[in-house]
């Protein structure tokens, strides 16, 4: 089988795939979930339950406001104790929902709704009363995603199977587990966007899911699977887009503009639930690993559940290094055990002391090695003094916004700078400063 890959950059770090052949478990419910308004991208959900409601699994307690934003569900039945501000990973002084667990576990699956005659604006609909969200990270409202601009004709729908991550595995797992799951989940997805033509791409250190999607997709002649290179980062959409079909996503643009769309495999198994057993994403599959971990393993996990639930239930060595939410490439540090799961948790990552990023950063010796591995082409050793110099507005025109932020820079970085967390820094600089001209300008 040929293998596709991107042209321009990239790493290849140890890939760290401990849980490949771990199966997908339960983990235990846990006594109380915190469940934030704003797990995605767009505006936080406004909450519609208070102290003391009684609440059921799955009941929608969070609204979507406007038209980039999602529904949020309560992930376990039981009752309110507090509607309550904290932070967390990514923002400050954000509305939680706090449940004690109690009362009834909900069975979603004794009952398949045949979708088969259903228009596609009323599964786009389902998708967005089940406050579906790119569960790759992005966290982006899917069914905005699914809602191209009509002046926009898409032609090719892609699946992203590469999870290039290290130490991650729940996609991997969920291909191998529930492949027909994921092909009835794209055939939904053909139909909302009336595309004839899929792309699925799975990295070739996974042979076993590239074995069963093909087999589940077989006979189909709209879908196609390709083996990809394994390299990182290979599940970046541009990336993928560029390895499967050759098209460039233009600078400041989205994969739209070329004619796809792209959703990534626990995505797609969302959908699938939200349509065929009209369940709301309310649950996850993450890994739980790191080298020290005895109990590491792929688990489905409620939304809310706090980290330290699965600290307690999975086990963590008294002496360990970060705690990443996510991959090591693109994950955030894990600063509080109390922050929850959320929709956009694939993974709790547990690094070796001896592993630790360094947190000692050594001036710039204008080695290069930045620039040859940047996948998008850029010089981040040359946003890194414009952004130094505190001159964003340079920045961007030299492809600050291009960053998909995949940590390649500073995985080679021989001087140990963050890079990636300079340029967030630098991005949200400027889009605060371009939201506040705006409201200025009325």
């Not at 969070?62 to 990973?89: Q, R, Y």
């Not at 796809?260 to 959908?271: E, G, H, L, S, Y």
């Not at 599959?285 to 559940?305: A, C, D, F, H, P």
């Amino acid at each position: 089988m040929e293998l596709k890959h991107f042209t321009k950059g990239g790493v290849h770090p140890y890939d760290s795939k401990y849980t490949s052949e771990k199966p997908i478990t339960n983990a235990h419910l846990p006594k109380q979930v915190r469940i934030p308004m704003n797990m995605h991208i767009g505006a936080p959900a406004k909450v519609l339950v208070k102290a003391g409601d009684k609440v059921e699994e799955g009941q929608l307690i969070g609204e979507a406001v406007g038209f980039i934003s999602a529904n949020i569900h309560a992930s376990v039945s039981g009752t309110v104790i507090a509607v309550e501000k904290a932070d967390t990973l990514v923002a400050k002084g954000v509305d939680y929902v706090v449940i004690e667990t109690g009362g009834s576990i909900r069975n979603w699956y004794d009952k398949k709704f045949d979708y088969s005659k259903t228009p596609p604006e009323k599964l786009l609909e389902m998708v967005k009363a089940a406050g579906v969200v790119g569960m790759g990270g992005a966290t982006f409202p899917t069914h905005v995603k699914l809602s191209p601009p009509k002046e926009k004709q898409m032609d090719i729908f892609i699946v992203n199977g590469a999870e290039c991550e290290p130490y991650l595995t729940i996609d991997h797992r969920t291909m191998v587990e529930k492949p027909d799951a994921i092909i009835e989940g794209v055939n939904i997805i053909k139909k909302i966007l009336g595309v004839k033509r899929v792309m699925i791409g799975i990295e070739e250190n996974k042979p076993d899911a590239i074995e069963a999607i093909s087999k589940a997709s077989e006979g189909d002649p709209s879908i196609e699977v390709y083996a990809l290179r394994t390299r990182y980062p290979q599940g970046g959409e541009k990336q993928l887009i560029q390895a499967l079909t050759g098209r460039e996503v233009p600078s400041g643009g989205l994969p739209s503009d070329v004619g796809i769309v792209v959703q990534n495999v626990a995505t797609i198994f969302a959908i699938y639930e939200a349509v065929v057993f009209q369940k709301p994403l309310i649950e996850r599959g993450l890994t739980y690993t790191g080298e020290q971990i005895e109990m590491r393993g792929n688990y489905k996990v409620r939304i809310g559940s706090p980290v330290q639930e699965l600290i307690n239930e999975f086990g963590m060595p008294a002496e360990h290094g970060t705690v990443i939410a996510g991959g090591p490439m693109m994950g955030l540090e894990l600063t509080d055990m109390k922050f929850p799961v959320t929709k956009g948790t694939s993974g709790i990552v547990v690094l070796p002391k001896k592993k630790d990023y360094a947190v000692n950063d050594y001036p710039c010796i204008r080695c290069g090695r930045c620039q040859f591995v940047c996948p998008i082409g850029l010089e981040p050793w040359y946003l890194k003094t414009l952004t130094d110099k505190s001159l964003i507005e340079e920045a961007v025109e030299r492809g600050l916004l291009d960053c998909i932020e995949c940590g390649s820079c500073s995985f080679v970085c021989p001087s140990t700078i963050p890079l990636v967390a300079m340029f967030r820094f630098g991005k949200g600089f400027w889009r605060r400063k371009q939201a506040a001209a705006a409201k200025q300008a009325g």
